[in-house]
């Protein structure tokens, strides 16, 4: 990730910010429990953890904010935040022109991309024209639907499924050939509960940024921005990644 942006806003502008809020505010923040593993449920104390619920509790501490978690399926994070019903959306969110739109996004905080997925052993699809005519598992509202949908030519067999256990779920037991998704999801997948069983195959596809997503004209923006920067700065960020993705690329 390119992080130049977030180191010249300064981990003191942080520290301001959050030393200058008298009395915490409350938030509404709204995540998908099934974008494993920046979001996900912990089944024996029925809490959410993962990467995304690490990096907004840094961010709400650094900004001066407390804040209520909900969770509901991705479809409805982006038209909660239009109306008002919540503040703020942590879920591996892609940024978009579209999205921007319609809500603000704080700085980029993670880069990612598209893969693909097959079963183990699988020599017939390696890369996205290997799709064509075929039964491909994708979720719904997700920026990996809207490319399969755009950039195949014959997108019938592509199925869109509300969380992303459900597609997978699909592809081990046949009922698709592939699943599509985010790069980072899959891959954990791959390695966990699908280890022995699937595998990524060929390249990453359309390049991605996932951003923090607020309610249109929030005033919380630059504080969390500022708080994003900090954790860069202190290497923050850089304990968190690790934790659960192994060693931070370089250039991140």
């Known amino acids: 990730m390119n992080t130049k942006w977030l180191k010249t806003i300064g981990a003191s502008l942080a520290l301001t910010l959050a030393a200058g809020t008298a009395s915490a505010e409350t938030l509404r923040v709204v995540t998908d429990p099934s974008f494993v593993p920046f979001e996900m449920m912990d089944q ?7 990467f995304d619920m690490e990096i907004i509790a840094e961010v709400a501490k650094r900004a001066g904010f407390e804040y209520d978690l909900n969770t509901m399926d991705f479809n409805g994070i982006i038209p909660a935040l239009q109306t008002g019903n919540v503040d703020i959306a942590i879920a591996g969110m892609t940024i978009t022109e579209a999205r921007e739109e319609i ?4 700085n980029p905080y993670y880069d990612s ?11 017939d699809i390696k890369v996205l024209a290997d799709l064509e005519g075929k039964k491909i598992g994708s979720k719904i509202g997700s920026t990996s639907y809207d490319f399969l949908m755009k950039n195949l030519d014959d997108n019938s067999g592509v199925t869109p499924y509300p969380g992303s256990a459900d597609m997978y779920l699909a592809l081990m037991s046949g009922a698709v050939d592939a699943v599509f998704y985010d790069a980072p999801n899959v891959g954990y997948f791959a390695r966990t509960k699908g280890s022995g069983k699937v595998q990524t195959v060929g390249p990453m596809y359309e390049g991605q940024q996932y951003g923090i997503a607020l309610k249109a004209g929030s005033e919380w923006l630059d504080e969390v921005n500022a708080a994003l920067a900090a954790m860069m700065e202190d290497g923050t960020y850089k304990t968190i990644y690790e934790k659960w993705f192994g060693p931070m690329p370089e250039d991140k």
Do not use: A, Y
């Open 44 to 50: 024996e104390t029925g809490e959410m953890i993962g």
């Open 103 to 106: 809500v603000d996004f704080s």
């Open 113 to 123: 991309g598209l893969r693909l997925l097959v079963p183990k052993g699988n020599d």
